[in-house]
């Protein structure tokens, strides 16, 4: 059996955008791991276009934020990436403009927002798994921050769930560079389908082109 082609993969009647913690507190000017931010920047500006092309295509767009409480009650302590959050002079507290998505994706109304205070990802701690599956998603589109954890993580947790996934690789980042470059080939690359924004956006006009012309 043929593997399907990229637009058959993505079709829009059963694919979702994820977008993973892309926040103002996370990859904003005030972020809470600043190194991550700095590189984050081109990343952002794609994941804007990938939701932009998404909404066109009539593709869902879910985002992931992550917020830790005050008290930090029900928010992991057992790793040092947390420990190194807590100490952080940036508090992401639920409701705060840190937790909010970056305007350079929207979120316009038809999007859902998910918010995390427990785990590695946003298939933990939240209804994302039960909403795809709601949502009739077959594949997701995963996009983000980082590869470090939460991106490979989703990946991971998307395909033991059933999901074919695809990963757009100017999307994603991690820290330093090279080493997201060289998970993404040596790793993700094994598990779901690496392309490009603008390979995912000419397969849907793709579909939405071939879909004018049956009709």
């Known amino acids: 059996m043929a593997a399907p082609t990229l637009a058959e993969l993505v079709d829009p009647s059963y694919t979702a955008v994820v977008t993973s913690e892309v926040q103002n507190g996370v990859v904003g000017e005030r972020a809470a791991l600043p190194e991550l931010a700095a590189l984050a920047a081109p990343a952002v500006e794609k994941v804007g276009e990938l939701c932009r092309s998404a909404r066109a295509a009539g593709v869902r767009v879910i985002h992931a934020t992550a917020a830790r409480r005050a ?122 389908t690496i392309t490009t924004v603008g390979e995912l956006a000419t397969a849907w006009t793709g579909i939405g082109t071939a879909e004018e012309d049956e009709q």
């Open 71 to 192: 008290d930090a009650a029900g928010s992991n302590n057992n790793a040092r990436l947390f420990a190194a959050v807590r100490r952080s002079p940036v508090a992401l507290l639920p409701g705060s403009p840190e937790v909010q998505v970056v305007p350079a994706l929207g979120p316009e109304p038809e999007d859902i927002v998910l918010c995390r205070l427990h785990g590695l990802n946003p298939m933990a701690g939240t209804d994302l798994d039960p909403i795809l599956r709601n949502l009739g998603v077959r594949t997701v589109v995963v996009s983000g921050v980082s590869v470090n954890v939460a991106i490979t993580n989703l990946v991971m947790d998307a395909v033991n769930n059933g999901y074919q996934v695809v990963v757009p690789r100017d999307a994603v980042t991690g820290v330093p560079q090279a080493y997201a470059d060289a998970v993404i080939d040596n790793t993700l690359s094994v598990l779901a």
